[in-house]
T-cell receptor, first 112, second 109 residues
Framework: EPEVTQTPSHQVTQMGQEVILRCVPI?????FYWYRQILGQKVEFLVS????????KSEIFDDQFSVERPDGSNFTLKIRSTKLEDSAMYFC??????????FGQGTRLTVV | RKEVEQDPGPFNVPEGATVAFNCTYS??????FFWYRQDCRKEPKLLMS???SGNEDGRFTAQLNRASQYISLLIRDSKLSDSATYLC??????????FGSGTRLQVQP
């Protein structure tokens, strides 16, 4: 069964550093998403991406964040100058035209 | 007003029990819904889609009541592995899904 894969599974970074979270969506999917979940809280939408551009973003997704699909397969989330409150699980998801959204297993980001 | 509202629980039930969750929604134009389950520190996984009045898959039955604007999920013969948070999510087409806090189920031996 096709799946969304995310790397790394766990990333520890120092406050102020930049991190890049990577995702490989399902190959024939067209819509890509990043979500985050702070421990003990609900899953929150960050950004959606379609046709090589951002189609929607939440107020969480400020200038600190950026997304890219550099090579037609990877879909990355970059967080610049990380803060302690960026510590969370980050989930990537992808969706086809007539499919539900499939989620990756997540990257646990710990900012110390 | 929140798009969906669910009782956060936890619902503590013994193995083998039948348990039901309700989810009320505010947008009367919503046509379809999903039930996702999420295990602790794991990704949400689709459990069932509800496109018309209901859907059944093994021990799981979902029903959609448009007049009263609620969706229910019934789990029969609960297993320990059913312990998770259950999330009611409106279908949004291409747009991102919006998750609430869900209902936590704990099945006890």
């Amino acid at each position: 069964e096709p799946e969304v894969t995310q790397t790394p599974s766990h990333q520890v970074t120092q406050m102020g550093q930049e991190v890049i979270l990577r995702c490989v969506p399902i190959s024939n999917h067209l819509y890509f998403y990043w979500y985050r979940q702070i421990l003990g809280q609900k899953v929150e939408f960050l950004v959606s991406f379609y046709n090589n551009e951002i189609s929607e973003k939440s107020e969480i997704f400020d200038d600190q964040f950026s997304v890219e699909r550099p090579d037609g397969s990877n879909f990355t989330l970059k967080i610049r100058s990380t803060k302690l409150e960026d510590s969370a699980m980050y989930f990537c998801a992808s969706k086809g035209d007539d499919t539900e959204a499939f989620f990756g297993q997540g990257t646990r980001l710990t900012v110390v | 007003r929140k798009e969906v509202e669910q009782d956060p629980g936890p619902f503590n039930v013994p193995e083998g029990a039948t348990v039901a969750f309700n989810c009320t929604y505010s947008n009367s134009a919503s046509q379809s819904f999903f039930w996702y389950r999420q295990d602790c520190r794991k990704e949400p996984k689709l459990l069932m889609s509800v496109y018309s009045s209901g859907n059944e898959d093994g021990r799981f039955t979902a029903q959609l009541n448009r007049a009263s604007q609620y969706i229910s999920l019934l789990i029969r013969d609960s297993k320990l592995s059913d312990s998770a948070t259950y999330l009611c999510v409106p279908y949004t087409g291409r747009r991102a899904l919006t998750f609430g806090s869900g209902t936590r189920l704990q099945v006890q031996p």
